[in-house]
């Protein structure tokens, strides 16, 4: 088994050297500074510690309660909120909670389609349909990537929901709530909104407000453009108190044993890290967003939300009809070492076989990537899409441009390599 352990570690090695010479542009990725990561492989991995700080179901727990709180208010004051809660362990895990704790089965929820741009979440066979909940779908301006909103205000007004879910895997401009919060109001709807891609983006003060514009509820992950551990948050404001109980009740016990202290602790650091450097981070990850797009437009690639500036966030979306389809593009790009997803776009009816991509500029933002770099990288899916240059070619200009880019920024640590595999043993397995 000593061969099992070796070929383990060897592949996570060339795993890592893979992405160090990659351009990585997939939206929903991103690095952890090094002061987070290192939190991943401390004791706290090995710990239990159910329940809130002060009341929890194990002895042992004095410094996770010490830490827990402090993730705690941190999250309220970047957030600006009153309620946080961070035991939920993903941000599936989280939306998981907030239908746990404020829904009913076979209860009515509003939201937005995969075809739009909806996460699996909203989906039947997500966690909608775990919780049995039945989606009622706004309607979609194709042109403006957004809810049509006098359309889905008819919707709400006809069928009227009490949870209504805003939030976006394709995730190009902020959600109408403000025009919708009237009609919330006037149906007695919560509002909730799945912030996981565009959640550093809201700490950096960089895209809408969800919590000041009629939501009272925010879920999300906590590794996307917030560039934190892999983990979930709940985050609320003007909850009544019984909704907040029932919040708390779908993270722990509904849908969470344990919640993962190590990645909790980490989560903690890059909350403050984001409070300290996020305002930078977030603005730089927009203006490579609309850099990139612009950038790929010039070189006669069809990004979507043209007239609209393209984006307004860390992602863009790009209908890739003429090049071969998203399937084919995506697998093209990451052969020449340019990592992306295919994407559903609206309009798309098969999810294997979709017409767009998503490209997003979190990691090459977190690595100190600016404009200039965002039209040497058009430029590659150019030569790599249009001019016929083979894959070899474009993966070696790919890496000479990201070695100049290896370092994290925007944290404490900035400068220390962003691909490092931490060998803790130092020798062989035998
Ligand atoms: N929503 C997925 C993504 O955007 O890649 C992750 O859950």
């Given at each position: 088994m000593?061969?099992?352990?070796?070929?383990?570690?060897?592949?996570?090695?060339?795993?890592?050297?893979?992405?160090?010479?990659?351009?990585?542009?997939?939206?929903?990725?991103?690095?952890?500074?090094?002061?987070?990561?290192?939190l991943l492989i401390s004791d706290l991995h090995s710990r239990y510690a159910e329940g809130l700080p002060g009341e929890r179901y194990y002895e042992g727990n004095e410094d996770v309660d010490h830490i827990e709180n402090v993730c705690l208010d941190l999250a309220r004051r970047l957030f600006r909120c009153?309620?946080?809660?961070?035991?939920?362990?993903?941000?599936?895990?989280?939306?998981?909670?907030?239908?746990?704790?404020?829904?009913?089965?076979?209860?009515?929820?509003?939201?937005?389609?995969?075809?739009?741009?909806?996460?699996?979440?909203?989906?039947?066979?997500?966690?909608?349909?775990?919780?049995?909940?039945?989606?009622?779908?706004?309607?979609?301006?194709?042109?403006?990537?957004?809810?049509?909103?006098?359309?889905?205000?008819?919707?709400?007004?006809?069928?009227?929901?009490?949870?209504?879910?805003?939030?976006?895997?394709?995730?190009?401009?902020?959600?109408?709530?403000?025009?919708?919060?009237?009609t919330l109001e006037e149906i007695g709807a919560r509002g909730w909104y799945d912030g996981a891609h565009v959640l550093g983006l809201i700490g950096g003060g960089q895209f809408q407000d969800p919590?000041?514009?009629?939501?009272?509820?925010?879920?999300?992950?906590?590794?996307?453009?917030?560039?934190?551990?892999?983990?979930?948050?709940?985050?609320?404001?003007?909850?009544?108190?019984?909704?907040?109980?029932?919040?708390?009740?779908g993270a722990f016990p509904g849908v969470t044993s344990n919640h993962h202290l190590h990645t909790m602790a980490a989560l903690a650091v890059s909350l403050a890290e984001h409070l300290e450097f996020g305002r930078e981070y977030a603005r730089q990850t927009v203006a490579n967003a609309k850099?990139?797009?612009?950038?790929?437009?010039?070189?006669?690639?069809?990004?979507?939300?043209?007239?609209?500036?393209?984006?307004?966030?860390?992602?863009?979306?790009?209908?890739?009809?003429?090049?071969?389809?998203?399937?084919?593009?995506a697998r093209a790009l990451a052969d020449a070492g340019i990592i992306s997803n295919k994407n559903l776009l609206p309009g798309d009816a098969s999810p294997k076989h979709p017409q767009g991509i998503r490209l997003g500029s979190p990691e090459v933002t977190r690595v100190g990537m600016k404009e200039r770099e965002m039209g040497r990288i058009a430029d590659l899916f150019d030569g790599l899409l249009h001019k016929g240059r083979s894959s070899d070619e474009i993966r070696t200009e790919a890496a000479q441009l990201k070695a100049g880019f290896t370092t994290l920024q925007y944290c404490f640590g900035a400068g220390e390599a962003a691909y490092r595999y931490y060998d803790l043993v130092g020798r062989d397995p035998s």
């Open positions: 000593a061969q099992v352990v070796r070929d383990i570690r060897a592949t996570a090695q060339h795993h890592s050297k893979r992405f160090e010479s990659a351009i990585p542009l997939i939206a929903s990725e991103n690095l952890l500074s090094p002061y987070a990561k290192e009153s309620f946080a809660d961070v035991r939920p362990i993903s941000g599936t895990v989280a939306n998981l909670a907030v239908l746990k704790g404020l829904a009913e089965p076979f209860e009515l929820v509003g939201t937005s389609r995969l075809a739009d741009g909806a996460h699996i979440s909203s989906a039947s066979f997500g966690a909608f349909g775990l919780r049995s909940v039945k989606p009622v779908y706004y309607a979609w301006d194709e042109e403006r990537m957004t809810i049509d909103v006098p359309r889905t205000k008819e919707i709400l007004r006809a069928v009227r929901p009490k949870l209504c879910l805003f939030g976006l895997s394709l995730f190009l401009f902020p959600m109408p709530i403000d025009e919708l919060r009237p919590l000041r514009e009629g939501c009272q509820v925010l879920s999300s992950s906590t590794h996307k453009t917030l560039p934190g551990p892999q983990h979930g948050i709940l985050l609320g404001e003007g909850l009544e108190p019984d909704g907040a109980k029932r919040l708390a009740s850099a990139l797009a612009q950038a790929l437009n010039e070189r006669g690639f069809d990004v979507l939300a043209e007239p609209l500036g393209f984006t307004q966030s860390h992602t863009i979306a790009v209908r890739v009809t003429n090049e071969g389809g998203g399937e084919a593009v």
